[in-house]
């Protein structure tokens, strides 16, 4: 075949240093713009984003040229430089330094894109940690509590 086609379809999630509730109201939707920016430079383009509070949810599309662990790092990496630009509060933001990335087939975007786009009504009654707990079970990801969080 002479062309190289792929669709990786990623739900990415990613918390604050410490699961901080630092990211208000007012930075998340330019926070999503930006990130959504970053990925499109990287060849990987947003399907859906969140952020709440102290996480973020991000659907994807990896690109089939860069890895995984290229993407997110940049997106990290960038963004946390860009929230620090945005106010003296967030003069010591940090990511958490690892993060999930759970592959999903086309038949599931509809489903996930809900997901993300509802996180205030799903962390009414639930922690970030336990619906990260839920995702890794889900995924059948074996974890060591000890370092699942930072």
């Known amino acids: 075949m002479p062309q190289s086609l792929a669709r990786n379809l990623i739900h990415l999630v990613f918390s604050t240093k410490n699961r901080e509730p630092v990211l208000t109201e007012a930075i998340c939707v330019p926070l999503c713009a930006y990130a959504s920016a970053l990925l499109r430079e990287l060849d990987s383009h947003a399907i859906a984003m969140n952020a709440w509070r102290d996480h973020v949810h991000i659907l994807l599309t990896l690109s089939k040229n860069h890895s995984l662990a290229q ?14 630009t945005q106010g003296t509060g967030f003069a010591k933001f940090h990511w958490q330094s690892g ?36 995702f890794l079970k889900r995924y059948e990801i074996e974890f060591d509590e000890r370092y699942v969080w930072d």
């Open 71 to 84: 993407v997110v790092m940049e997106v990290k990496r960038a963004t946390s430089k860009w929230i620090k």
């Open 99 to 134: 993060y999930g990335a759970f592959s999903i087939g086309q038949s599931s975007v509809k489903e996930v894109k809900a997901y993300i786009a509802n996180q205030a009504k799903h962390h009414r009654v639930k922690s970030f940690e336990e619906e990260f707990r839920s």
